[in-house]
């Protein structure tokens, strides 16, 4: 995970807790309130609402008929401005134009994107407000907390810094934290209680991945080491060459591969340890004495292996299969991802169903969505 994605995002302990702990926040509550007073209060919104709108709608025209700003949509009586959907396609926006130059039909497209986001997004902040749910200071203190150690910022500046090389303020970035935390609270009350995760289900995950979770094979080899390189003198690479084939041919024909090393190799370690290259797994070694070790048997003697740094006899002492870790070990992880994917598809619906509910109006702006 990149910086960019790590600053953004909760950090994955906080979507665990909240995800199988599930609300426990005191002031997660849903509240009613009486009769009389929702009707004031709605009229009163409903008020507000209308106020909002003469004040966008007023400063929507300029005299050169561009338009400034105006109502992109209106979502259960709550505005979207054009400003906000301007603001939140920016992103969009620049990744798309790292890749091709954008014509106006595909920038209005990202636009409609970000619109649709920005619908969706009004009507879980709706939700939120209706249950009530409340983000303690000390909450997000405990994610900023997490981010940093993430990340190995070792204090609050680096952090400052980071963010701001995003074009973000730290108050911007906790409000951010703040509205995620609500979303993932949000989740958890309306998910939690209609999820299960079935041992029968991790066992059926666990067979058919069970390369996931094999342990990859080691190695162990020694080698003997004849060093040249290609910008040698034609002469010295074939001199090299010849001693190496020589002693080669005496390693094929099972003389003590450790007192060759020590005798021949010039691999200065070599003298000591006779060519131990040690237990290593695959992409721990160089990629062309990789691709001999891994076709090799036990005893066998490879032929010649040519690197940029000189040729080399390698010599397997050992093979050792990867093991599989029992289920037993991976339960809680695999009992995880199944239950993150069964989350993230239930809230996909839920939401679905959420926005079907909700009085939705998107406003035709000719040319500009």
């Not at 409903?46 to 929507?60: G, I, N, P």
């Not at 090389?165 to 939690?192: A, P």
Request: hydrophobic share 35%; proline share 2%; with cysteine.
């Amino acid at each position: 995970m990149s910086m960019n994605q790590s600053i953004f995002a909760i950090p994955a302990v906080c979507l665990c807790l909240l995800l199988t702990g599930g609300c426990s926040h005191k002031d997660a509550v849903v509240t009613k309130e009486p009769l009389e007073s929702t009707h004031k209060a709605d009229q009163a919104k409903t008020e507000q609402v209308k106020d909002e709108q003469q004040k966008v709608v007023a400063v929507a025209p300029l005299s050169s008929g561009k338009v400034v700003n105006a109502i992109a949509a209106v979502v259960n009586d709550e505005i979207v401005t054009l400003n906000e959907v301007e603001q939140e396609s920016q992103s969009l926006i620049r990744e798309a134009e790292k890749k091709s130059p954008l014509d106006a039909a595909t920038r209005n497209s990202l636009r409609r994107t970000a619109l649709e986001h920005l619908i969706d997004k009004k009507i879980l902040d709706q939700k939120v407000k209706e249950l009530n749910i409340k983000v303690s200071d000390e909450e997000i203190k405990q994610a900023i907390d997490d981010v940093k150690k993430q990340n190995n910022m070792t204090s609050q500046e680096v952090l400052v810094a980071a963010l701001a090389g995003q074009g973000l303020t730290f108050e911007q970035y906790r409000n951010q934290l703040r509205e995620q935390i609500e979303k993932l609270k949000l989740v958890s009350m309306e998910v939690r209680a209609k999820i299960q995760v079935g041992e029968t289900e991790m066992r059926e995950y666990y067979e058919a991945n069970r390369a996931k979770y094999t342990e990859e094979d080691t190695f162990r080899a020694r080698h003997i080491f004849f060093k040249t390189n290609e910008k040698a003198p034609a002469e010295d690479i074939k001199r090299t060459m010849t001693t190496a084939l020589m002693v080669l041919a005496e390693a094929k024909s099972g003389k003590d591969f450790a007192e060759l090393a020590k005798s021949y190799s010039e691999d200065p370690a070599a003298r000591k340890d006779g060519g131990d290259l040690g237990l290593f797994k695959k992409g721990d070694m160089m990629p062309e004495l990789e691709a001999a070790v891994v076709n090799m048997k036990p005893g066998e003697v490879s032929e010649l292996v040519y690197t940029p740094s000189g040729f080399h006899i390698i010599k397997l002492e050992e093979r050792n299969s990867g093991k599989v870790k029992s289920f037993e070990s991976v339960m809680s992880e695999i009992e995880n991802i199944l239950y993150r994917k069964k989350s993230e598809e239930r809230f996909n619906q839920w939401a679905k169903e959420l926005r079907s509910k909700a009085s939705i109006e998107v406003k035709e702006l000719g040319g500009v969505l």
